[in-house]
């Protein structure tokens, strides 16, 4: 079968106010990426993309940038959970000969557009939500609130540790000037951040943005003639459960419980072979809970991990280099993927992690998720 | 729009039963005829065995399994309440098996996981639905 590889990518400003349309910045970002790959649109015959009616569809994104015919199209609806599903989805396609060049993108007003973190009403809702939505409970941070109290109570984790994490990830965005939160952060401006939903604070919560992300993936064969080094997907794990944001049996632990074991087996590589993790970081606790499944340290242990300098330059993996959601910006993870590659084509600069060969990239929280592993290809 | 109004639920043909009870000023859920298993969210059939499946009533017991503390108007709603708390209750009648809830009479700071706390049916604001909310019994110390 062919392999994918990841040749191209692109990305928009990230803003708080893009005065644009989905459609636009899922456009530049896409052509951006295709003059990085030194692609063609004529070129890309398959697309995959995802959002949950927030954005544009591929069949309206393909025609603007000149790509005529999708051989192979996939429009996923969900959240982050899917950010790295659909570039999986994609190489897979490959991998099938279904399509050739696929482009994969996501692209979101998500600052001045719709925001994940507040509802205005008046509204109705429907599916389980019904039982919690009446009692105000409806939205991200409070879910995530709810799950970081019981981490809390089984594990004595406190609101330091996940500041451990801000502070890191706002550290990394300072020298990144792609990054729309780059002014220091210390553990005394994080404790001083106001309450969103205790036990979260301002801090432990994505910086959400307005922009658009874009990869474009062929096959090892064609990526020869390309100018970049190819990035090549060394595997991937999904891991959707049953059990809700209500019903799961335990709120210490995420999706990345059962989609953990499936990667490092799929892939025969652990924790330790990881050079860079962009870890899926929606809320600090999401940092928290799936850098524990993933293996990077035991439970309740990632306030210490990340204090004692574990989880950064010159430490056992940098975790975020880009600064994550949380600094970097909200693109709903894809912007994850750019960094991994930035990284392991030793592109990144200033923030580059020396000798960076493999990269994580997790995506999603709560009972839904799954995670790709990158390597530096031939 | 007014911003005092909580979310409204939308009933289906699963969950209608749940609304109906409330209404009446009672709790219950839905359960396996077959395997006698509670279901929360409702079903038509049951998850584990594909049995059948009827509300009964629970007795709206249990302990905070988590809780958080709202503190910023990010739902219409309670904006007079704000700090509440909202809780993650398991009830009694099975492990695992939790509703959410606002809790009343209580202080957001006292609360603490593993709180015993029973159900109370209140009207919901701005309209005809009745809604379970949870009331502190005795304090997980």
Known sequence: MPEAVVVGIGRTEYSRRSGRTTLAMAAEAGRAALADAGLEPGDVDGMASFQVTDSVINVFAAPAIGVDDLAWS???????DYAAGVVASAATAIATGQCT????????????GHRFGTVTGPIEVGGEGQFSAPHGYLVPPQWMAMWARRHQHVYGSTGEDLGQIAVTQREHAVPNPHAIARVPLTMDDYLAGRWIHEPLRVYDCAFEVDGAVALV???????????HRPVRLRGGAEAHCAGSWEQWPDLTTMYSAHAAP?????TGLGPADIDVACLYDCFTYTVMATCEDFGFCGKGEV?????????TYGGDVVVNPHGGLLSEGYVHGLNHHFEAVLQLRGDAGERQVPGAETALVTAGAGPYGGAVVYELGA | MDPSIPPQPIPDEDTQRFWDATARGDLELCRCRECRRWLQPPLERCSACGGATAFEPVQGTGEVHSYLVVRRPSVPGYLEDLPYVVALVELDEQPGLRLPGRMIDVDPEKVQIGDRVEAEIVDLPGGDYRVPVFRPVSSAG
């Open chain 1, 217 to 227: 993936l062929t096959t090892a064969e064609r990526a020869r003639d390309l100018p």
């Open chain 1, 303 to 311: 306030g210490d991990y990340f204090a004692e300098g574990r989880a």
């Open chain 1, 262 to 266: 499936r990667l490092w087996s799929r």
């Open chain 1, 101 to 112: 060049t696929a482009l994969v993108f996501r692209s979101l007003n998500g600052r001045s």
């Open chain 1, 74 to 80: 996939a429009d996923l609806y969900g959240g982050g």
